[in-house]
């Protein structure tokens, strides 16, 4: 179980986000919309132990995540809204990386990185250094690592920015796949594609949900 208990933030005096609160159960989807400036990114952030509240607690199986942020790490998979990669480095060569990078045990490694390579649509480009992929496909490639070792949570900051038609359609089929291993959370502004996919969708405004 993920729970976000009555988390707010700000800088200084001005507030981001105010008393936010939801659960996302294991297996589920949830999207959260709302216009630019809302605090979308910010909550990810915070999610991802990226950034510390003001006030309020995140917390998964009971553990809050700020008491013990390497083994909470070690449960997430995150995409930032802006990725940046190794871009000497060819798409497997990369994901290699970063799974070692995780962590993984080494005889693991191969399997991790063909199932990210299946689930992301990236065969056909494994060889490709990253710096010759368009925007899109570069995405695909940071989709793929923060699915990499099959975490427990999975935060996606407009993670469908960028994505080629193609990949637009495939993802319901995508992160249904990804269910049976991870909860995603998911940020965005695609409402009516949001509803082909999420379990539920939650809308910011002022800094609530």
Request: charged share 25%.
């Amino acid at each position: 179980m993920f729970e976000v208990r009555n988390i707010s933030f700000g800088y200084t005096k001005t507030p981001i986000l105010k008393d936010v609160s939801f659960v996302v159960s294991p297996g589920e989807t949830v999207a959260i919309t709302g216009a630019n400036g809302c605090g979308k990114t910010t909550l990810m952030k915070l999610l991802a132990t990226l950034l510390v509240p003001t006030s309020g607690q995140v917390s998964f199986d009971g553990k809050d995540a700020l008491a013990d942020t390497m083994w909470y790490r070690r449960q997430l998979g995150y995409l930032p809204e802006r990725v940046a990669l190794y871009e000497d480095m060819t798409v497997k060569e990369y994901l290699v990386y970063r799974a070692r990078l995780k962590g993984e045990l080494k005889r693991r490694i191969r399997r991790r990185v063909e199932d990210g390579l299946e689930l992301m649509r990236l065969g056909d480009l494994q060889r490709r250094p990253i710096k010759n992929l368009s925007y899109g496909q570069q995405k695909r490639v940071a989709l793929a690592d923060a699915f990499l070792l099959r975490p427990r949570v999975v935060l996606l900051d407009d993670f469908m920015a960028a994505l080629d038609a193609e990949m637009r359609e495939a993802m319901p089929a995508i992160l249904k796949e990804a269910a049976a291993f991870s909860a995603v959370v998911a940020t965005g502004h695609e409402t009516a594609e949001m509803n082909k996919w999420a379990s539920r969708i939650l809308t910011m405004e002022n800094g609530k949900v």
